[in-house]
């Protein structure tokens, strides 16, 4: 499985961006999927994950209310739709696929990892 995010950049407090995450070669939809971030300095941390049909989401307490996770499997793609963005949520924002459909926070159970999109949020 190849993932591929896209969709990062630079914007301002209070602004909003979404995230894409396109999985290049057809894979099995049945997968749940998760998007991470990593500041400078920072380790890892989780932000939300979705489970194969969209059903269940699972969001981190720091973007709760302000980050939505969706899916449309009929593009193989995942999204993050960030609104209401804070300078604290500066990071790479990586998107990860896991086999199953237990959706999780720990980043060690995702098999699969895309290469990460900037998103810088300015004061």
């Known amino acids: 499985v190849e993932l591929v995010e896209s969709g990062g950049g630079l914007v301002q407090a209070g602004d909003s961006l979404r995230l894409s995450c396109a999985a290049l070669?057809?894979?099995?939809?049945?997968?749940?999927m998760g998007w991470f971030r990593q500041a400078p300095g920072k380790e890892r941390e989780f932000v939300a994950a979705i489970s194969w049909n969209g059903g269940i989401k699972y969001y981190a307490d720091p973007v709760k209310g302000r980050f939505i996770i969706s899916r449309d499997n009929a593009k193989n793609t995942v999204y993050l739709q960030m609104s209401s963005l804070k300078p604290d949520d500066t990071a790479v924002y990586y998107c990860?696929?896991?086999?199953?459909?237990?959706?999780?926070?720990?980043?060690?159970?995702?098999?699969?990892w895309g290469q990460g999109t900037q998103v810088t949020v300015s004061s």
């Open positions: 070669r057809r894979t099995d939809t049945t997968r749940a």
């Open positions: 990860a696929a896991r086999s199953g459909n237990i959706i999780t926070g720990r980043g060690d159970e995702y098999d699969y």
